[in-house]
Nanobody, 124 residues
């Protein structure tokens, strides 16, 4: 049973930082791409950052230079370091994973395993 559990969300002021974590309790060696998505109230879920099993990363333009995705295959866990947070970054952040090849890492339909989400609030 695959289970992704996020943590690290919270409330910060604009310009602040947060580090999100996602522990993968159902890890198998076949876990390939993992990613972070976010969804704000009234908006569609959007891809934030993705990382392959060999460390290839991709980011949404809105977070490039501010967010860093990383993974620890030994734990296993996924992380998202967020710096210079802006009010528009406020959302529920979700961890996602897929065991097979992914052609579009920031598209939600590519992933079949999801966490329950962790809330990020950014005040101006």
């Amino acid at each position: 049973q695959v289970q992704l559990v996020e943590s690290g969300g919270g409330s910060v002021q604009a310009g602040g930082s947060l580090r999100l974590s996602c522990v993968d309790s159902g890890y198998t060696r076949s876990r390939n791409w993992m990613a972070w998505f976010r969804q704000a109230p009234g908006k569609e879920r959007e891809g934030v950052a993705g990382i392959s099993s060999d460390g290839h990363t991709t980011y949404a333009d809105s977070v490039k230079g501010r967010f860093t995705i990383s993974r620890d295959n030994a734990r296993p866990a996924l992380y998202l370091q967020m710096k210079d947070l802006k009010p528009e970054d406020a959302a529920t952040y979700y961890c996602a994973a897929y065991t097979g090849p992914v052609s579009q890492p920031l598209e939600s339909w590519e992933y079949n395993y999801w966490g329950q989400g962790t809330q990020v609030t950014v005040s101006s």
